[in-house]
Nanobody, 116 residues
Framework: VQLQASGGGLVQPGGSLRLSCAAS????????MGWYRQAPRKQRELVAR???????TYGDSAKVRFTISRDNAKNTVYLQMNSLKPEDTAVYYC???????????WGQGTLVTVSS
């Protein structure tokens, strides 16, 4: 199983970005997909995750401004980020729990920089 993330980049404060992450390979039971992020000198933290049944959980930093969604047919998860702040600057990692015996998979990370 591989996770391929895309959509990061440079955006001004108050702007928006949409991240995508597609899972490929032998996928059986794609249970949870989501995003974590890691800013410089900080621990990795949950941004948001969503179950196959569309139950979403958000980290404190993502509530209100971010929306997670997924397309089960495409094994793809999306993160719509609005009203971005400089403190949202981080590497965003796609994450999934997949398998009959669930295993964790991570994408390569995509850099989001919020700066004027």
């Amino acid at each position: 199983v591989q996770l391929q993330a895309s959509g990061g980049g440079l955006v001004q404060p108050g702007g928006s970005l949409r991240l995508s992450c597609a899972a490929s390979g032998s996928i059986v039971n794609n249970d949870v997909m989501g995003w974590y992020r890691q800013a410089p000198r900080k621990q990795r933290e949950l941004v948001a995750r969503v179950t196959r049944g569309a139950t979403a959980t958000y980290g404190d930093s993502a509530k209100v401004r971010f929306t997670i969604s997924r397309d089960n047919a495409k094994n793809t998860v999306y993160l719509q980020m609005n009203s971005l702040k400089p403190e949202d600057t981080a590497v965003y990692y796609c994450y999934a729990k997949i398998g009959l015996v669930l295993q964790d998979y991570w994408g390569q990370g995509t850099l989001v920089t919020v700066s004027s």
